[in-house]
């Protein structure tokens, strides 16, 4: 029997009123964070929850719920993201209720693989974190900024709760504005926070979702299920001081597969160990990123933006190492015809007038090692496409395609980027066309949802939209059939 938490003045109680509070007391729409994770299914739920007791009349601002989408999510994972955001569409739709679900992504020249393979990024740890940024709060911030201009201002709903650390807790309170239920954004004008699981403790979350069912029919014991190896998640956090105070969000299912932040994986590790086994070749690529990344020889000699350092070398010296002074470094460089970003075994140390010895520190990942992860993840894409899906994308080709400008931009004439591809995978791609994008976000989003609701094959269906894009305002399209043609009949499809 469903109880009336409603009626009972409990916690949930208070927060639903709490919410229908908020939500009566201005037009400023909401910007709802939904990770997948029991929290902000929790938030998700109670808005939903609370808004069905409001009267139509009551309903004038919307709800945008966004998840966000790095590309490099856990496939089961971003699947049943996918899926929750399709229901709560479909059944708000149904309702009455101001919901409109989105996907928010990196852009196509910021993802995880475009930084690492094409700009060299070293793979993220927990001292170099620049993933959370570019994958996630960017694109956040990006919808939250586009609904500022419309509206002038919003209120993004996190699932952030005050028992989660005590450092959280401190960050929320110096942002709570006095006697109010909002707080400022950390970093975005005209955006404020509310919190409405705040007071709520981890038992609370699971009680709220475990004894009321979810609104749009999700069932979420499985959610309990994908916590029983972790009990943390990589949240859709879209204030940077709360990131901060988060600390790693990868030690969950919740987070990339291609999580470096932490040591031990545990996005694939327990999928696979429930016997998903084509998971496997994700988890050895994994771990294949987080050995290149110590590997000195796979690392330019100089920073991004060519900066050269040095660091202190407590080892003795080694055969075959040359021991030069600081101020003979670019002779010796000049000489011996060494350029830093390409250079694999740099056998200098340099001493110091006190007589101490340093090391060159490392830098980006050089273009040969770029090319090396390129190959390593072709091989993995298609790995998994044999053991399970022949759909399967690890990497996309407009990504394929910053890489290559990446690499051009990093000096790489000889535009190896294309033969790879087309050794790795047998593909060939039009490289030169235009790539500017076709749909926007949003639209995206929709499609893709259709596509899963319709059967359709949405690679497949990207591909011809592409094709149609490469043809458009090209007077003679004669070839546009014979590209649809080929597109329709590639291999995998009529297996
Ligand atoms: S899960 Fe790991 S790789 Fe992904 S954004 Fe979080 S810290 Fe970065």
Redesign the pocket.
């Known amino acids: 029997m469903e109880l009336n938490i409603f009626n009972t003045g409990t916690k949930f109680t208070e927060a639903k009123e709490l919410v229908k509070e908020v939500y009566l007391m201005d037009e400023r729409p909401w910007v709802v964070g939904f990770s997948g994770g029991k929290d902000s299914t929790a938030v998700v739920q109670l808005v939903f929850q609370a808004l069905q007791e409001l009267e139509a009349s009551q309903l004038h601002k919307k709800v945008y719920v966004i998840s966000s989408d790095?590309q490099?999510e856990t496939p089961l994972i971003i699947d049943k993201i996918t899926r929750t955001l399709g229901r709560i569409q479909k059944k708000a739709l149904e309702l009455g209720l101001p919901f409109e679900t989105q996907k928010v992504r990196p852009k196509v020249d910021q993802t995880?693989w475009s930084s690492i393979i094409g700009k060299g990024y070293p793979t993220?740890r927990q001292k170099f974190?620049w993933?959370?940024d570019r994958?996630?709060i960017e694109p956040a911030n990006r919808f939250i900024l586009d609904k500022v201009d419309q509206f002038g201002e919003v209120i993004m709903l996190l699932g952030v709760r005050d028992s989660e650390s005590a450092t959280r807790a401190a960050v929320m309170q110096s942002h709570t504005i006095e006697g109010k239920k909002l707080m400022r954004h950390s970093t975005l004008r005209n955006a404020f926070v509310f919190a409405p699981i705040r007071v709520f403790d981890v038992d609370d979350v699971w009680e709220f979702l475990l004894q009321y069912d979810s609104p749009w029919g999700d069932d979420n014991n499985e959610l309990l299920e994908l916590y029983q190896s972790s009990n943390s998640e990589?949240p859709l956090i879209v204030d940077k001081e709360v990131k901060e105070s988060a600390g790693?969000?990868?030690n969950?299912r919740?987070?990339?597969w291609?999580?470096?932040?932490?040591s031990e994986d545990k996005?694939l590790s327990g999928f696979i160990n429930n016997g998903i086994d084509w998971l496997r070749p994700l988890y050895d690529f994994r771990s294949f990123l987080v050995q290149i990344r110590e590997d000195h020889s796979k690392r330019q000699k100089q920073r991004m933006n060519g900066e050269v350092y040095l660091l202190p070398y407590n080892d003795e010296p080694e055969e075959g190492q040359v021991i030069i002074t600081k101020a003979e470094i670019k002779q010796y460089l000049d000489s011996n015809n060494i350029n830093l970003a390409t250079v694999e075994d740099l056998n200098i140390l340099v001493e110091e007038e006190d007589g101490s010895l340093k090391r060159f520190g490392v830098g980006p990942f050089t273009l040969k090692a770029r090319e090396e992860i390129l190959r390593q993840l072709l091989r993995t894409q298609k790995q998994v496409r044999e053991l399970y899906d022949p759909n399967v994308e690890l990497i996309t080709v407009e990504e394929l395609k910053a890489i290559r400008k990446y690499w051009h931009d990093d000096l790489q004439w000889e535009d190896r980027l294309p033969l790879i591809v087309e050794e790795e995978t047998g593909e060939t791609y039009d490289w030169n066309h235009n790539d500017r994008p076709v749909f926007k976000e949003d639209q995206l989003t929709d499609l893709e949802t259709l596509c899963q609701e319709e059967g359709v094959n949405l690679s497949v269906l990207k591909q011809l939209i592409s094709v149609e894009k490469d043809y458009s305002g090209v007077k003679v399209r004669r070839g546009l059939f014979q590209a649809f043609d080929k597109t329709l009949k590639q291999d995998f499809l009529h297996l």
């Open positions: 790095t490099v995880f993220p974190r993933c959370t994958l996630k990589c790693s969000c990868g969950s919740f987070g990339c291609t999580c470096t932040v932490v996005a």
